[in-house]
């Protein structure tokens, strides 16, 4: 539970950092990193019940990227403003530095294990985007065929 809670500040601090890094309006600021809290916290709840990095990443990303939208239209910005630093404490930089590392070591199982791990989290990160963002495209398509 501790150490939980160190992931979560640790990962909010680690939005706003990136937040503050792409220069996202002050006014914006605080709900990319809200958006990355509650992002990193529905990860590790996920992954302490399923064990599953894929899983676990694309149900919290489908919801970094849900929240990015939604607030993208609510206070008129690019969801880009909110999704980076919403997705970023997903990203899997500690398991593919461990990869390297095991690859440059010569340690076959360990660079499998790593590297296995950096993609089923890579590509769940990538899907979750990619769905939800064709679904709010979707929407945006069925309300102007309408609207008319």
């Known amino acids: 539970m501790k150490e939980n809670m160190i992931l979560i500040i ?14 996202v309006r002050k006014d914006r600021l605080i709900y990319g990193t809200i958006g990355g809290m509650v992002t990193i916290t529905i990860y590790l709840w996920l992954f ?19 929240y990015s939208e939604i607030f993208a239209r609510v206070l008129k910005s690019p969801a880009i403003v909110f999704l980076v630093p919403s997705v970023i404490p997903l990203v899997p930089g500690g398991s593919l530095y461990y990869a ?5 070591l010569n ?3 360990e660079f499998s294990s790593h590297l296995h791990n950096t993609f089923s989290t890579g590509i769940g990160i ?7 963002s064709i ?3 979707y929407l945006k398509s069925l309300r102007k065929k309408f609207k008319y």
């Open 126 to 132: 990538a899907v979750s985007i990619i769905l939800v």
């Open 107 to 109: 340690d076959e199982p």
């Open 48 to 66: 302490s019940i399923h064990q599953d990095a894929f899983l676990s990443n694309l149900i919290a990303g489908i919801f970094a990227t849900a």
């Open 100 to 104: 390297m590392r095991a690859f440059i």
């Open 10 to 23: 640790s990962a909010t601090i680690e939005s706003l950092g990136f937040a503050l890094l792409f220069r």
């Open 135 to 137: 679904f709010f495209y």
